[in-house]
């Protein structure tokens, strides 16, 4: 008897595993409409069909559990009559524990008695190509001529960059070309590499290439082995994104950057922006560039190319620029005095308000030739000439310190900043020295060349995030 019920049992799950998986082909084929069931369904509603027919099923045996109990009751045979109560109470307790499932599951979240699937979002990607087929390629491929011989045979000789299209604006596709195999590792002279910029749609052929790797641009600051060559792209080897300074810049550009790119996203309002020295350490006064980045109008400017040859850089600050200049900080203060000696009371100071900064930079003039009217903040029209003279009021100094120091470059003595900012100040010959934390004491600071004039001549305030 055991053995039969088991066999049914079998029988049962083997009948709802089939109609769960194949039942909907079958009602499709059929062109047969399940009572209850929505016009056209989908996966969905099969599978919300199938829970509550088997919820119905489940009371509909549980009904006819209990009432075959019922029945046994009347069996005088002791035994049989217990086993007749044991089939109703399991009755009852199997449809209780049903219902319970049902209403958990409708509490928790409805959605699982009636789920819907959507589809999976396209996504831009890189294929071998050969005019009309297309096969995925990884981001690497260290032997071009050592690709399968499928690949081969089907004379795949270029990639695909392909994208979704439902409008959606997509990064554009960067291609290294590497004239032998083995990518960095198989090529002494990285300067035969060249750097593809390609667009949805676009192709570029790998039947002359030894290696090559492929990246979607990302906003950051890539480097340049050769110069920008007139428009907006590296010419030569070039690296990835770089978003965050380095005390040394990693080899092969050490010493030998020729060009900076700089790439935006000016939807998201992400900008970037670097400024290079000479001199490994960025702790280290040396020879600089101006800061490089976002120029007048960044709205139409997503991407830059900059050729400069005047320094062989060992250090970056690259830093991400804040567009929205006043959630930078408070801005940045400039004192006569070091903070060991200094007192609310006994220091000229130049204060610099946030919103005195601009974007992407603001100039300061720190030797201005008159200071006799006091402090200068100047409209943004006359941002160029900001003077950087201190302001004594209410400060205890004789007037032969005032006098004497009345300008920042006469008197550095340190440097509160306030906030999220890059301060670059420079010295005569493009020699500087980068901060962005509070400088206590700028008389221990190499802000000039040696045995050169102790004047500075330009001071940027750069607003960061």
Known sequence: MVKIIKNKNLLFFAFLITFIFLGANYVSALEVRLPGLAENPTIGDYVSYVF?????????????????????????????????????????????????????????????????????????????????????????????????????????????????????????????????????????????????????????????????????????????????????????????????????????????????????????????????????????????????????????????????????PSAVDIFRLNADTGSSGDGVTFYSEPFSDLTDANAGFFNVLDKDIEFPFSSFRPTPTNCQEGPHIPSSSDANSLDMCFDYTNISQPKEYKEKYTTFSSRPGSIKIKGSYLVAIYSAGSYCQTFTKDVPNLKAEPLTKPGSSKDLNKVYIIPIK
Request: a neutral charge; charged letters at 20%.
């Open 52 to 312: 509550g027919t088997l919820i119905m099923l489940a009371g509909l045996l549980a009904l006819i559990s209990f009432v075959i109990g019922a029945v046994g009751l009347i069996n005088p045979n002791l035994e049989a009559h217990n086993d007749a109560k044991d089939r109703m109470k399991g009755a009852v307790l199997g449809l209780a524990l049903t219902l319970s499932s049902y209403i958990l599951m409708q509490t928790i979240n409805p959605k699982f008695l009636t789920p819907s699937l959507e589809a999976l979002p396209t996504t831009s990607g890189v294929y071998y190509f050969n005019g009309k087929d297309k096969f995925p390629v990884g981001q690497t491929e260290i032997n071009v001529a050592n690709r399968s011989q499928v690949l081969r045979d089907g004379k795949f000789d270029s990639l695909l960059y392909d994208c979704p299209d439902d409008g959606t604006e997509q990064p554009a596709l960067l291609i290294w070309r590497f004239p032998n195999a083995g990518l960095e590792k198989g090529n002494g002279d990285l300067s035969k590499v060249t750097v593809a910029r390609r667009f949805c749609g676009e192709k570029e052929p790998i039947s002359n290439l030894g290696s090559f790797k492929w990246d979607f641009e990302k906003p950051g600051v890539y480097f340049c082995l050769g110069s920008c060559g007139g428009g907006n792209m590296c010419s030569g080897y070039m690296s990835g994104a770089y978003r965050s300074s380095q005390d040394k810049i990693l080899d092969p550009f050490n010493k030998n950057l020729k060009g900076l790119r700089i790439v935006n996203d000016t939807t998201n309002k992400i900008f970037y922006g670097a400024l290079l020295h000479q001199v490994a350490g960025l702790k280290n006064g040396g020879l600089c560039t101006t800061p490089k980045g976002v120029a007048v109008d960044p709205t139409n400017r997503p991407e830059f190319c900059y050729s400069d040859a005047t320094i062989s």
